[in-house]
Every structure is written in structure tokens, then in C-alpha cells.
């Protein structure tokens, strides 16, 4: 089924975590917090960065690019006062995990590896899977290889096909322009770019005028990320050509999915994505969100909204 909300529930706009977070012990307001309350695990040789908090059913958040687990800390927050247990990695090459040095590195399906491999190392055996942006490619990797372990999926905004996807950016491997780029994204001018990114995905000036926000999304490209975004910007027509490879994981998936979509999205058109995604044979538990006045970084504007499809995918998962 699926409903347009042309206004959602008043998100907290602020850097800070919801209200009463404090309780759980995670309410950053600036991104050092954040990284203070990460730990650190080794997988696959490669020294992952990971928020682990709560108690209670378990749900892995995975953020895209160019984000880290900073891009969740509002549902992170949420989530654990609703009873769970909450799993928010920076991916490797991103956030304050160990950076790449080689674009192999940073293939889709080693990313879906790793996450599995961390979910192994937590000794995790089931869990609720939620994936935003290219989040969604790397986790559709490792489906086939997480067998019923991922008992539910929630999409939010992310990369599903080809077609209404737009990325602002394209060139090939070793141009000059690619290079330029690498050099501003880690540059000391490089919270332009940050601001770029806050304010093409976001629809609230509130959240556009948070320093504490923009920095959590700039200080991870100073600190070696900037190779990684360059390195995905490089893949686009690799992480195209995988895409069918991704929809049989789906069609597969016999958990709930849920999706939670910003409208408003220019780079990844909800229109567009999600006809294709209703059309796809095989999805039989899917239910569909769409915020109409929201934009790309709905875990920012909407994390009420977020962590109320999550509840309900963990429930439905668990009733069956």
C-alpha cells in the first residue's frame, strides 16, 4: 500500500538527539561527541568505526555516500528509547573508519561483506536492516549471503535503478576533473561542499543554518573520506551494470519491506523509483511512504517518521 504525507510529525531540527536521549547515553551536539561514542572492531583485516547502543531487537543502520553514521544520530537516539538495540556503522573508507587507498576496495560487494562480517564479529544472529542512498546496493550484496538472518528491510531514499537516478556528479577513472575534485572534497575549503550537500538534500533552512550538523558531514572528507566519494563517483556505470544482480536479491528477500522517501529528492526521483520498485515481481510484504514535503536525507527531517517504519517492519518480521 502506499499514501502521500504532504506534512509529517514536527522533526527535531536540531544537532542534538530527540528529546530524552540523554538517558540512553548518545545525544551529540557536535561531531567529535559522535565519534567519542563510536567503537572500533576489526573486520577483514580493516579497522571498522561502529555506534552500538541499546537494548532489545536488533536494527543495523547504513548510511550512503557522502555520509557516515552521523547522518543517523537522530534515529539512532529514537529507536533506542523505543526498545532496541541499534547498530550504525561507518562503512570503510568513510566516517572514522579505516580509509581506502585503492578503488578496488571499495566495491559493493566487498562493502556488503563487511557488513555481514561485522554483524558476525557483534554476534548478532538476526536483525532488522535499514539502508539510505548507496547503502542500498552494498546491503542488496550481502542478502543472498545473510540467508533469513535480515528479517526485515527499510529503504530510504536510496539507489534502486537506473532510471530517476541523477547524480550531480560523473566522470571517469584518472580525469582531471576527478582529481579536482578529490583535491576540494579534502581541501580546507571543503565545507562548501558539505554545505552543498546539506542544502541540495534538505528542505528546512533550520537544519541548512546548523553548523554542528554541516561539520559532522564535512570533518569525515578532511580525515581521508574525500577518496572514497571520488572513488563512487567514479563506479556510477559499474554500481549501474549491477543492479539487476540487486533486484534478484530483492525479489528473493522474503522479509517485510518498508520505504520511507522524500519527494522532493532531485538525485534520486521518488516518482520514478518508486513505479519501477512497485512493478518489481516478488516484493508481496511491501509498504511505501512518501513524504512529500521531505527531500534526500530523510533520517535529518523525518527521523519520527524513520523509526516509525522500522517499528513496524520489526514487528510485522517478528509475527511471522
Known sequence: MAFTLGACAQPDLSTAAPAGAEGVGYAPTTYVEHVEALQRVPVDHELLAYLDLGEGPVVLLVHGVPTSSWAYRKVAAE??????????????GYGASEKATEGAQLDP?????RLLGLMDALQVEEWVQVVHD????????MLPHAGDRIRG????NTVLFEEG??????????????RMVLKALSGP???????????????????????GLVEGYRAPLSDGAAFSVQQFIFRFRTMCDGLPTYHESLRSFAGPIGVVWGMKDDILDGKKQLRQLRAL????DL??????????????????????????????????
Open 79 to 92: 529507536l533506542v528509547t523505543r526498545g532496541y538495540r541499534v547498530i550504525v556503522p561507518d562503512l570503510f
Open 109 to 113: 560487494e566487498r562493502q556488503g561483506a
Open 134 to 141: 548507496a547503502g542500498g546496493p552494498w546491503s542488496f550484496t
Open 153 to 156: 528491510l527499510v529503504l530510504l
Open 165 to 178: 537516478w541523477n547524480p550531480p556528479l560523473k566522470f571517469k577513472e584518472g580525469s582531471g576533473m576527478g
Open 189 to 211: 575549503h571543503n565545507d562548501r561542499w558539505a554545505r552543498l550537500t546539506v542544502g541540495k538534500g534538505t528542505e528546512d533552512r533550520a537544519i541548512r543554518r546548523d553548523e
Open 281 to 284: 515481481d516478488g516484493l508481496e
Open 287 to 320: 509498504t511505501i511512504r512518501e513524504l512529500g514535503n521531505m527531500n534526500h536525507f530523510v533520517q535529518e527531517e523525518a527521523p519520527l517518521e524513520v523509526s516509525a517504519m522500522v517499528v513496524e517492519i520489526s514487528t510485522r518480521a517478528g509475527a511471522r
